[in-house]
């Protein structure tokens, strides 16, 4: 019954994906509001993952408004969706990913900035098409872990991300994300969390396989600005750290 679960699941949701997105890139030729429009398709898209997945999104806190620099402890690509449904920006991520077959194109055309962190020389150039997004506003969420984890505790921060804000005094609202699966099903930490070396496919549908599960974010009560990108990290880090739940 799971594994069937878990196949219809993910056929509606690759459906759903191919879909929204072609919608928007048949439209996106007409319509004038380009990042409006794309915001638009990018929340339709998160909240069918939503509901595909039987996600319950409770959401601590208020939300920023954009354009806003957010900065969330990673746990897997359900962040994406569920930090997205929840509040209105684009991501930050690794400069890999956008070699992902069709899914790399879905990306880029949705907003997501990549980045090559072990090239210096291309932050400035991230760094560009973040005051660009802002600028356009629309707000930026970043992973500043670095890596994904299985939610037994939030990794130090890596300071380059907020290399930018730090020197343009860019207040950075924060969120800690967490996830619980029913009674009697599989932790949270292997089905939601994505932190090992199972394949992407593998994992999406034992994730899919459940009856479904709960995801809390909750956002900070006032954003910081720091001039110091290490300063600003730290203390990133521990005001998520104190509101991170750990998954279980």
């Known amino acids: 019954m799971n594994q069937i679960r878990a196949i219809l699941r993910f056929a509606a949701f690759t459906m759903a994906s191919v879909g929204i997105y072609s919608s928007w890139w048949v439209t996106s030729f007409f319509i004038p509001n380009k990042t409006y429009w794309r915001q638009l398709a990018f929340s339709l898209w998160s909240r ?40 209105s920006g684009v991501f930050v991520a690794k400069h890999d990913l956008a070699d992902w077959f069709l899914a790399g194109r879905m990306m880029r055309d949705m907003g997501m900035v990549f980045i090559n962190r072990g090239n210096r020389r ?5 760094g560009s098409q973040i005051i660009d997004r802002l600028s356009g506003g629309e707000g930026i969420i970043v992973f500043p872990e670095g890596t994904s984890t299985k939610g037994e505790e939030v990794l130090p921060f890596r300071s380059s991300f907020f290399e930018f804000a730090a020197r343009s005094d860019v207040p950075v609202s924060y969120a800690a994300i967490s996830y619980r699966t029913p009674d009697g099903e599989g932790p949270a930490s292997d089905y939601v969390c994505w932190w090992d070396e199972t394949p992407f496919l593998k994992h999406m549908l034992r994730m899919f396989s459940l009856s479904g599960y709960e995801a809390t974010v909750t956002f900070g009560e006032e954003p910081i600005v720091r001039t110091d ?15 991170f739940i750990p998954v279980i």
């Not at 993952?49 to 620099?69: K, M, S």
């Not at 291309?122 to 991230?126: F, S, T």
């Open 48 to 87: 069918a993952f939503i509901r595909i997945a039987g996600v319950r999104l409770n959401v601590i806190g208020e939300p920023p408004q954009a354009p806003f620099f957010l900065a969330a402890n990673h746990l897997g690509y359900a962040d994406i969706p569920i930090l997205r449904a929840a509040a």
């Open 122 to 126: 291309d932050i400035p150039r991230a």
């Open 229 to 243: 990108r290490k300063e600003l990290a730290g203390e990133l880090h521990r005001r998520v750290e104190r509101s």
